[in-house]
Each structure stands twice: as C-alpha cells, then as structure tokens.
C-alpha cells in the first residue's frame, strides 16, 4: 500500500504570531489521524519556529524550495542542507510559481531534486501544465517533460524516495478544481510513464494532487485510485480546514 500525505504549503504567508497559534491548533487537529502523514512546509525563516513547536507531535514539516547547490557564493539561497538542519522531512521542489515566477527549468528542478535527496530529505516534485497547454493538446508532453527531466538526472530508483504532486497550474489559487476524474487521469499517465522506467517505482509512488483542494472536495478527489493525499495551499493556512482535508484522507 502506498503512503499517504497532505502537506500544506503556506507559501509566503505568516508572522511569528499567527504561525504559533495556526501550529498549536493544528496539533490537537490531527491527533486521530494516524493512517495518513501530515506536513506543513512554512517559509524559511520559520523553520526554526515549526521544529520547536511540532517535535514530536506526529506532524512533519518542511521547505519550499531549495537553492540547487550545495554552498558558496549564491548570495540569498538556502540549501537543502540548511533547511535539514531544522528537522525538515520534506522540500518542495518544481512549483509552479517558482518554474513560472522564478525561472525555474526542468533542468534546475532535476538538480534541486538531487540536492534534496542528497541531504536525506523527500523531495515533492511538483508537475503540471498551464491552462494554454491544456487546451492545445499538449499537456501529457509538457508533464512527461517535467518528469523525465528529474529521472535524467538522478534515475528512476530516486523516485522511489521521493512523492510527486500534480498541480494543474490553472488550478492553483484559482478556486477551479480539477475534476476528480481529470486528476485521476494524469495521475494514472505520471504513474504510467514512471512504469515505462521502473514498475516497482511507479506502484510505490505517492501521486499528490494540488490545486484548489477544500475540505468540500477532498474526499471526492482522494476516492480516485491513484491520488494519494493533496499539496494544500490556500486551505492550509486555516487549521479546522486543513484538518478535515487531512481527515479526507
Ligand atoms: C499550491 O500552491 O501548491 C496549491 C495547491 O495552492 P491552492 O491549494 O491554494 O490552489
């Protein structure tokens, strides 16, 4: 059986104060939820915050993004190593703001993957098409791209100790859900083309779906056979609804 998450990414939201009262609501939240893992990936000076508040308190935390080298001078990243220092369990590496806002490629996304592995850290690998693809026919291209670029660099085998998440772009922050059956669609083409490497690989994978996900339309999404948990933005920054998505799950 695959394992199952919901991470929230609260993306570049959050003080001190509203960061401490959203994690010490969460903790008695999620005490029952014991068959799936929850996370939180905070920004990075928060990291510190997120570590004293959920040691040992059944929740997992993690980062962002990940600058791709290990140290030097790349005044402003933080490396995988820094954020592993915090306690981290998960990076997020490939969102699509960051491709799309931050220039981010398929090649640096393959190598800021590595740099996560590298560390001992689950890199989610985000993938996912615009709209625009979408509607031009071109989307399982575009998402094949994005995932052969990771297994070029590193090979099948890594993804085997990674999870990936499937974000539609036009899905994200929009209040437009994919389908359930859409989403379960892709999933079962990015299981599909992890096979063609590696079947072991791609029976094993936890496939995230990101994009809009509410309590309102968590369980719909995660009944689908190959969707195994949710990448949470806006939902994630309100604790009663990121537990019921949590408990979707
Ligand atoms: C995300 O940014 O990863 C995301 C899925 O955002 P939202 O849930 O707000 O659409």
């Known amino acids: 059986m695959r394992s199952k998450l919901v991470a929230g990414n609260w993306k570049m939201n959050g003080n001190l104060a509203s960061n401490q009262a959203l994690l010490k609501s969460l903790i008695p939240l999620l005490a029952s939820v ?11 000076p928060y990291l510190a915050q997120t570590e004293q508040i959920l040691r040992g308190q059944g929740i997992s935390w993690g980062a962002q993004d990940v600058c791709e080298y290990e140290h030097g001078a790349y005044t402003g990243s ?4 820094m954020v592993a220092d915090f306690g981290c369990r998960f990076a997020i590496v490939g969102h699509s703001e960051r491709r799309a806002l931050f220039g981010d490629t398929d090649a640096v996304v393959a190598k800021k993957f590595a740099a996560v592995l590298k560390v001992g850290l689950t890199p989610i690998l985000c993938v996912g098409e615009t709209l625009a693809e979408r509607e031009s026919g071109v989307m399982e291209q575009v998402i094949a791209r994005q995932v052969d670029a990771v297994i070029a660099q590193s090979g099948a085998a890594a993804l085997g100790q990674a999870v990936l998440a499937y ?5 994200i922050g929009t209040g437009k ?9 892709v999933h079962a083409f990015i299981r599909g083309r992890v096979a063609e490497q590696d079947i072991r690989v791609a029976d094993g994978l936890p496939i995230l779906y990101g994009g809009s996900v509410k309590a309102s339309n968590a369980a ?7 969707i195994d948990g949710g990448l949470i933005g ?3 920054l309100v604790a009663e609804e990121f537990a019921a998505i949590c408990k979707a799950l």
């Not at 974000?167 to 899905?171: D, G, L, M, N, Y």
């Open 167 to 171: 974000e539609p772009v036009w899905a």
């Open 78 to 81: 933080v490396s995988a190593g």
């Open 34 to 44: 014991t068959r799936a893992r929850c996370a939180v990936c905070v920004p990075y």
């Open 220 to 226: 719909q999404l995660f009944a689908m056979a190959d």
């Open 177 to 185: 859900t994919a389908t359930p059956e859409q989403a379960q669609a």
């Open 234 to 236: 806006g939902a994630s």
